[in-house]
Every structure is written in structure tokens, then in C-alpha cells.
Nanobody, 123 residues
Framework: QVQVLESGGGSVQTGDSLRLSCTASGVEFRINAIGWYRQAPGNQRELVAE???????NYIDSVKGRFTISEDTSKKMGYLQMDSLKPDDTAVYYC?????????????????WGQGTQVTVSS
């Protein structure tokens, strides 16, 4: 069973930094694409940053210059480095991994969500 594991959330002050991490377990896999999403109370889930299957990196405007998405292919980990945090960044952050899974019968492609990690930024 595929599980996406996230870590790194917490409660910080304005201007502080956090790094979120994400990986999968339970299967032999390769990461095709990574997406970091967030959902604040009363708001829809929004895509914050992504690395597409073609290696293109995108950010929403509100985090450009402050957040950095990256991937360590050797460790099969995805990261979201968040600097200069603001109260508006407060949300539950979710990792979405687009995976290529190797089964004995062949390859399988699907995307999976992590359980979410809370990020709270106080002023």
C-alpha cells in the first residue's frame, strides 16, 4: 500500500523558515512530479509550488522569492523550503506525488496525497 509521508510543519514567527519534506513508502517507486498544496480554513486547496514531469518549476505569485521546491532523486524525497514566512502562509500543507510504481507485473502510474502538515505563522 502506497503511503505519502510528510514532515516539517510547525508553529513559527513571522520571518522564520521551515522546510517540509515528503516521500513515499510501501512500494518501489520513482517520482515523476511533485506538488505542494495548502489549505487555509475556509479556503480551497491551492497549488503552492510544483515540479512537473518535464522538470518545470512553478510557484504561485504570493510565494515567489520566498519558497523553494526541490527534489533529491537519490533519496526519493521532495522538499519545500519556506523562508520569510508570513501569517498568510498559515495553512495545512499537502504533498502530492506523481509516482511510477514498479510491480512484478509491470509499471503503474498514479498520484498520491500526503496526510497534511500544519504550518502556523504568528505575527
Amino acid at each position: 500500500q502506497v503511503q505519502v509521508l510528510e514532515s516539517g510543519g510547525g508553529s513559527v514567527q513571522t520571518g522564520d523558515s521551515l522546510r517540509l519534506s515528503c516521500t513515499a513508502s510501501g512500494v518501489e517507486f520513482r517520482i515523476n512530479a511533485i506538488g505542494w498544496y495548502r489549505q487555509a480554513p475556509g479556503n480551497q486547496r491551492e497549488l503552492v509550488a510544483e515540479i512537473t514531469s518535464g522538470g518545470i518549476i512553478n510557484y504561485i505569485d504570493s510565494v515567489k522569492g520566498r519558497f523553494t521546491i526541490s527534489e533529491d532523486t537519490s533519496k526519493k524525497m521532495g522538499y519545500l523550503q519556506m523562508d520569510s514566512l508570513k501569517p498568510d502562509d498559515t495553512a495545512v500543507y499537502y504533498c502530492n506525488l506523481d509516482l511510477q510504481i514498479q510491480y512484478p507485473t509491470g509499471k503503474y502510474f498514479n498520484d498520491y496525497w500526503g496526510q497534511g502538515t500544519q504550518v502556523t505563522v504568528s505575527s
